[in-house]
T-cell receptor, first 113, second 113 residues
Framework: DVKVTQSSRYLVKRTGEKVFLECVQD?????MFWYRQDPGLGLRLIYF???????EKGDIPEGYSVSREKKERFSLILESASTNQTSMYLC????????????FGDGTRLSIL | GESVGLHLPTLSVQEGDNSIINCAYS??????FIWYKQESGKGPQFIID?????DKRQGQRVTVLLNKTVKHLSLQIAATQPGDSAVYFC????????????FGKGTHLIIQP
């Protein structure tokens, strides 16, 4: 079974802090993704990566950056956290071939005070 | 179907009955579709997928139907069990590859004893 692990289930940070969310997958997947999930808005893609050191903007990249230094690890960075970034953050990974399902971690619920 | 506002559409069924969850997708160029199940406090879990060259695919107790003419996707769950209680999302992918998925807002399936 694919295992996608997000380092924290719950996180509380303050406005203006730099926040790191970590994600690790154990299936040697090339593709990795970060989404946020909000009531009424569903899941929205922030950034994705299809290889080490590669990154692509998703639908809502503003206020975020990412890092992919190793294949198994994909980090989401909130450069200067704001209250509107309070959300559930979900990491996913998939194989590189077309039409492959993405496999998700259990999420990090981030609160910015 | 798709939800508006903060409340998900809800489908309530009796234990043992069949459930049908519907989804309208947006892009006629989408060629790959996935159904996910999300239980409270967990990330989305892959259930079943279907490519656009098919109109039906069956799994264990689940069937996905695709109607490209009206851009409609449905998930049928046979003999619904208490463990099927969750939010169900459809997702579409435009042309495969590393692009993120576009998710529907979900339907909350409630199983009545």
């Amino acid at each position: 079974d694919v295992k996608v692990t997000q380092s924290s289930r719950y996180l509380v940070k303050r406005t203006g802090e730099k926040v790191f969310l970590e994600c690790v997958q154990d299936m040697d997947h090339e593709n990795m993704f970060w989404y946020r999930q909000d009531p009424g808005l569903g899941l929205r893609l922030i950034y994705f990566s299809y290889d080490v050191k590669m990154k692509e903007k998703g639908d809502i990249p503003e206020g975020y950056s990412v890092s992919r230094e190793k294949k198994e690890r994909f980090s989401l960075i909130l450069e200067s956290a704001s209250t509107n970034q309070t959300s559930m953050y979900l990491c996913a990974s998939s194989r590189p071939a077309q039409r492959q399902p993405q496999h998700f971690g259990d999420g990090t619920r981030l609160s910015i005070l | 179907g798709e939800s508006v506002g903060l409340h998900l559409p809800t489908l309530s069924v009796q234990e043992g009955d069949n459930s049908i969850i519907n989804c309208a997708y947006s892009n006629s160029a989408s060629d790959y579709f996935i159904w996910y199940k999300q239980e409270s406090g967990k990330g989305p879990q892959f259930i079943i997928d279907i490519r656009s060259n098919m109109d039906k695919r069956q799994g264990q107790r689940v069937t996905v139907l695709l109607n490209k003419t009206v851009k409609h996707l449905s998930l049928q769950i046979a003999a619904t069990q208490p463990g099927d209680s969750a939010v169900y999302f459809c997702a579409e992918n435009l042309g495969g590859g590393a692009d993120g998925l576009t998710f529907g807002k979900g339907t909350h399936l409630i199983i009545q004893p």
